[in-house]
Nanobody
Framework: VQLVESGGGLVQSGGSLRLSCAAS????????MSWHRQAPGTKRALVAA????????NYADSVKGRFTISRDNAKNTVTLQMNSLKPEDTAVYYC?????????????WGQGTQVTVSS
């Protein structure tokens, strides 16, 4: 069971990056998915989330209008399109899957991918 992020890198301020999260060993379709980020010295924070069916999304205020989360359950992937990047978006970005019932919660994290935005 594994989530693997890709697509991080170095980009100039105002540029774009597209992060992908691929699942192996399990099927993403029943999981709510989210992207989180953690900059040095800060706590990991939610960036964007999407429900299992893809019908609902939510975003941190700091990325609204710039980032878009989407999923392709047939390809077992989740994507974060990041536009108009700012230096303050610099962080390690993590993909997370979550499934829960009243009695059980199942969460998986990826290993993270570094995003660096230069000014």
């Amino acid at each position: 069971v594994q989530l693997v992020e890709s697509g991080g890198g170095l980009v100039q301020s105002g540029g774009s990056l597209r992060l992908s999260c691929a699942a192996s060993g399990f099927t993403l379709s029943k999981y709510d998915m989210s992207w989180h980020r953690q900059a040095p010295g800060t706590k990991r924070a939610l960036v964007a989330a999407i429900t299992s069916g893809g019908n609902n999304t939510n975003y941190a205020d700091s990325v609204k209008g710039r980032f878009t989360i989407s999923r392709d359950n047939a390809k077992n992937t989740v994507t974060l399109q990041m536009n108009s990047l700012k230096p303050e978006d610099t962080a390690v970005y993590y993909c997370r899957s979550r499934w829960s019932t009243p009695d059980l919660e199942e969460i998986y994290w990826g290993q993270g991918t570094q995003v660096t935005v230069s000014s």
